[in-house]
């Protein structure tokens, strides 16, 4: 089977590629974006008329969290039209697509793990481009796995992780914020998953929430980075309003792995094990 993956210059296309030579089943066609620009629907026809993919992996993305607040336009073209783009040609070339979404489309007010049927309401430009991405793909067609994760980091790309250790290897003291509540997600495992639900054969299409198990706030996730690492810094918790940024984090965007786990019979990680084991 031929499955296709955008974005492959990212983090999470770099990680599938990095899981592919375990799935001999499955000829890959990794596209970057300059390869193909799921903004442009020729592009994107072009690319499927080619290679007549059984399955696409959207990774492409605009993840600027921040800077998506002042790029709303750029954001929304890749986020909306592109995910709008690469369903119609999905459609059109009865591809079933798995497409990656995100925790921000919720509001971060519950205290609780968020289902996929809880309601969404995004607090920024980021987060509206993504939901708005998923109801555009729901407008289009129906063979569709849309996987929402959060906190995504790896050896690959620009990540949380990989800031922590440049900077632990650069400052005697740093200060990151325990007030905000998530699951970090190593995109090997989420690589892995989405792989997983290639290989189910299983047509259940719809939303599903994956992302490593247990909870922790950036603060603790920074603190087992550098005890993994054996990096010696003078790290300090700070509330979020000491740290503000252009757009608003949810406080608590923990996500409810049931769905997914029950369907496909993927087995999850918790994050502080899979930190030491998949980022060496």
Same mark, same amino acid.
């Given at each position: 089977?031929?499955? #296709? =993956?955008?974005?492959?210059?990212?983090?999470?296309?770099? +990680?599938?590629?990095?899981? %592919?030579? @375990?799935?001999?089943?499955?000829?890959? =066609?990794?596209?970057?974006? $300059?390869?193909? @620009?799921?903004?442009?629907?020729?592009?994107?026809?072009?690319?499927?008329?080619?290679?007549?993919?059984?399955?696409?992996?959207? %990774?492409? %993305?605009?993840?600027?969290? @921040?800077?998506?607040?002042?790029?709303?336009?750029? +954001?929304?073209? *890749?986020?909306?039209?592109?995910?709008?783009?690469? %369903? &119609?040609?999905?459609?059109?070339?009865?591809?079933?697509?798995?497409?990656?979404?995100?925790? /921000?489309? /919720?509001?971060?007010?519950?205290?609780?793990?968020?289902?996929?049927?809880?309601?969404?309401?995004?607090?920024?430009?980021?987060? !509206?481009?993504?939901?708005?991405? &998923?109801?555009?793909?729901?407008? =289009?067609?129906?063979?569709?796995?849309?996987?929402?994760?959060?906190?995504?980091?790896?050896?690959?790309?620009?990540?949380?992780?990989?800031?922590?250790?440049? #900077?632990?290897?650069?400052?005697?003291?740093?200060?990151?914020?325990?007030?905000?509540?998530?699951?970090?997600?190593?995109?090997?495992?989420?690589?892995?998953?989405?792989?997983?639900?290639?290989? $189910?054969?299983?047509?259940?299409?719809? *939303?599903?929430?994956?992302?490593? &198990?247990?909870?922790?706030?950036?603060?603790? /996730?920074?603190?087992?980075?550098?005890?993994?690492?054996?990096? &010696?810094? @003078? #790290? !300090?918790?700070?509330?979020?309003?000491?740290?503000?940024?252009?757009?608003?984090?949810?406080?608590?965007?923990?996500?409810?792995?049931?769905? *997914?786990?029950?369907? /496909?019979?993927? +087995?999850?990680?918790?994050?502080?094990? $899979?930190?030491?084991?998949?980022?060496?």
């Amino acid at each position: 089977m031929v499955v #296709l =993956v955008t974005g492959a210059g990212g983090q999470l296309g770099e +990680a599938l590629q990095f899981v %592919a030579p @375990d799935y001999p089943q499955m000829r890959f =066609v990794f596209c970057n974006s $300059s390869e193909l @620009d799921i903004a442009n629907q020729q592009n994107c026809e072009t690319i499927f008329d080619q290679f007549q993919p059984d399955f696409c992996i959207n %990774a492409a %993305a605009y993840t600027a969290v @921040d800077k998506a607040e002042s790029e709303s336009e750029k +954001a929304f073209l *890749i986020n909306v039209t592109g995910a709008k783009n690469i %369903a &119609e040609s999905c459609k059109k070339h009865r591809t079933i697509l798995l497409h990656v979404s995100t925790d /921000f489309v /919720f509001d971060g007010e519950k205290d609780t793990p968020y289902s996929e049927k809880d309601a969404t309401h995004p607090t920024g430009v980021y987060g !509206q481009t993504k939901l708005d991405g &998923e109801k555009a793909i729901q407008a =289009v067609f129906d063979d569709y796995f849309i996987i929402r994760t959060s906190w995504v980091y790896s050896r690959f790309g620009h990540n949380f992780m990989k800031t922590m250790i440049r #900077l632990g290897n650069e400052k005697e003291s740093l200060s990151v914020v325990n007030d905000q509540i998530g699951t970090p997600t190593n995109a090997v495992d989420l690589a892995e998953a989405l792989l997983a639900i290639i290989a $189910s054969g299983k047509r259940d299409f719809g *939303i599903y929430n994956f992302s490593n &198990e247990g909870q922790c706030s950036w603060y603790d /996730f920074a603190k087992k980075i550098f005890e993994i690492n054996k990096i &010696e810094i @003078d #790290l !300090q918790p700070i509330p979020t309003t000491a740290y503000p940024t252009p757009a608003k984090r949810p406080k608590y965007s923990v996500l409810d792995k049931q769905k *997914i786990k029950s369907v /496909f019979g993927i +087995a999850i990680q918790n994050w502080s094990e $899979s930190l030491k084991i998949n980022t060496k």
